[in-house]
């Protein structure tokens, strides 16, 4: 459901509550296990239903959940186990997520009309993220200056792509 590649490894996260990488020269069909969602995997336990993938230099961020909860997480490449710390929780279905030098950004497109656009300093903002915008985004850019995101229409042709300067 998400995916993302450096120098090194392709990385993914599976909506089972995985986070998974393989070598760019291939992994033989047996790829690493980078996480795996503290549960048992239960598809109406939002904590194990993962989306999206961001990363920078050296960290991974995703996000875990679905319209009734969820979290965004953050973990060192090098060691994410050892390394695992959460951005925020009691999220509304955390989805479309990227990071910049300084922030992680994901959308909330739940409960409809009441989503927002949510940022959040690396390596923690003490589980109170910034509603960087109200507007329920779904999938989120970032470049030197902007945040980019786009919002679900309620028909064919309806959705947006937004931009905003950073919060």
């Known amino acids: 459901t998400g995916i993302g590649v450096d120098d090194s490894f392709v990385y993914w996260t599976g909506v089972v509550g995985t986070l998974d990488r393989c070598s ?7 790829p690493t296990r980078v996480w795996s969602a503290p549960t048992a995997v239960n598809l109406s ?12 230099a050296d960290n991974l961020y995703w996000a875990n959940g679905d319209g009734s909860g969820g979290s965004v997480l953050q973990c060192s490449k090098s060691d994410c186990g050892g390394s695992l710390v959460t951005l925020a ?8 997520i990227a990071a910049d030098e300084t922030n992680v950004y994901w959308g909330e497109p739940w409960p409809e009309n009441e989503g927002g ?13 910034t ?13 030197s200056t902007h945040v980019y995101w786009a919002v679900m229409g309620s028909g064919n042709g ?3 792509i937004l931009m905003a300067p950073k919060p």
């Not at 929780?89 to 479309?96: C, E, H, S, Y």
């Not at 509603?131 to 470049?143: G, H, K, R, Y």
């Open 89 to 96: 929780t009691d999220r509304n279905g955390p989805v479309g």
């Open 117 to 129: 656009l949510f940022a959040c300093a690396i390596g923690g903002c003490g589980g109170k993220p």
């Open 131 to 143: 509603l960087a915008m109200p507007s329920a985004a779904v999938a989120v850019a970032v470049d």
């Open 24 to 30: 760019l020269a291939g992994c033989n069909g047996s």
């Open 45 to 56: 336990n939002p904590e194990t239903n993962t989306y999206a993938l961001a990363m920078d």
């Open 158 to 160: 309806q959705g947006e």
